[in-house]
């Protein structure tokens, strides 16, 4: 009989520790305090991290976060967390450095702008747009927002990086000439007014090869028409009499005189069309 009743005590006592402890573990632990086993121990400060729990006896042993990791809150962490690398490659730089107790912040490259912006700095980033040939830039970018283009209209250019397009050159206004004309994506390109294009120069050399072929061609004809005759018109020195002699001589100086006068003629014609290109073209020619 005391057996059992030593046996009912036991129960009981164990029965009354599991509920102690149960209601032990139950209790939260404070603001500042972390839990760990059934003991609350005080967190580390921000930049710290735990070296040793707490005990019934001993307080948390903290160190602080080296080698690039931080830890920005009070905690009852045994390892820090690793700084934030603010990549090139996706558009960052450093705009505050990694403490102990706080993370890198990062920001934009010059020419980006944020994708994923956080409370003080950025994630992640995008170049700005560039704005094409017959565009401009309505709409500067910043580190927050891209480039807006839009397109030019009328008698405007832009080359895609000005803030508004621009007029056209008027190459009268100038007192030249156009040489080509503007586009949305171009300007007027004005030249001297006496300045000629390769072909302009070109066609008048043709001009002046087939001018001179053709008189020389008609000068030709006509010498030979001329040299060409009936055989009874012919004369020999042997057979000749004075009179025919005389008529002959006079035939031929009438002769020579329509050559001279064809000859005259058409130097005339050359030194007249050589005149009118040099006044159409504006070029020098030389006979």
Not at 111 to 128: E, I, M, N, S, V
Not at 158 to 167: E, I, K, L, N, R
Not at 275 to 281: A, E, Q
Request: hydrophobic content about 30%; some cysteine.
């Amino acid at each position: 009989m005391a057996q059992f009743q030593s046996l009912i005590w036991i129960m009981n006592l164990a029965i009354i520790l599991t509920l102690l402890l149960n209601i032990q573990l139950s209790i939260a632990c404070g603001r500042a305090e972390y839990r760990t086993g059934v003991e609350c121990c005080p967190m580390c400060s921000p930049g710290n991290r735990v070296h040793k729990h707490c005990t019934e006896f001993t307080s948390t042993s903290c160190v602080p976060c080296t080698d690039s990791t931080f830890l920005d809150e009070p905690n009852g962490l045994t390892a820090c967390v690793p700084c934030t690398n603010c990549d090139p490659g996706f558009g960052l730089k450093v705009k505050q450095s990694c403490t102990p107790s706080s993370d890198t912040v990062c920001g934009t490259l010059e020419g980006f702008y944020c994708l994923d912006p956080t409370k003080d700095g950025c994630r992640a980033a995008q170049r700005h747009s560039s704005c094409k040939p017959g565009q401009y830039i309505s709409h500067t970018g910043t580190t927050s927002t891209d480039t807006v283009c839009s397109d030019c209209t009328g008698d405007t250019y832009s080359d895609g990086s000005f803030t508004s397009c621009q007029t056209h050159t008027q190459c009268d206004t100038l007192k030249l000439q156009q040489i080509k004309p503007g586009t949305h994506q171009s300007d007027s390109e004005c030249g001297p007014q006496t300045s000629l294009s390769m072909a302009v120069i070109i066609s008048a050399v043709v001009v002046v090869v087939v001018v001179l072929a053709v008189i020389s061609a008609v000068t030709a004809v006509a010498i030979r028409r001329k040299n060409k005759g009936p055989i009874s018109e012919r004369t020999f020195p042997e057979t000749q009499s004075r009179t025919e002699v005389s008529d002959t001589e006079g035939t031929s100086m009438l002769f020579v005189g329509t050559r001279t006068g064809k000859v005259a003629y058409n130097i005339r014609m050359v030194q007249y069309a050589c005149s009118w290109i040099s006044d159409r073209f504006l070029l020098k020619c030389v006979l």
